[in-house]
């Protein structure tokens, strides 16, 4: 038997889905911040901002920007 191709996402669905890991990495980051763990921070803001961006998610890119500046004054 020939097993069915899977369905394309909808739209909708790809959205929740980039914003669900927009949430995880910026949530991640902010934890690796606390424990001063910068350098991983950071590649964690960055990749939510990617996510944030694709969303077009303005507000919560200059949310991420404020951080990664934060970070940036400290090391």
């Not at 899977?6 to 914003?19: A, F, I, L, M, R």
């Not at 949430?23 to 939510?48: M, P, R």
């Not at 961006?53 to 507000?59: F, G, I, V």
């Amino acid at each position: 038997q020939e097993a069915e191709a899977k369905p394309d996402s909808s739209e909708g669905e790809k959205k929740h889905v980039q914003n669900l890991r927009m949430s995880a990495f910026y949530s991640l980051a902010v934890e690796l911040q606390h424990l001063k763990q910068y350098d991983k921070a950071i590649l964690g803001f960055n990749k939510a901002r990617e996510y944030a961006q694709e969303l077009d998610k303005k507000p919560v890119i200059l949310k991420i920007e404020k951080a990664l500046l934060a970070i940036k004054q400290k090391i």
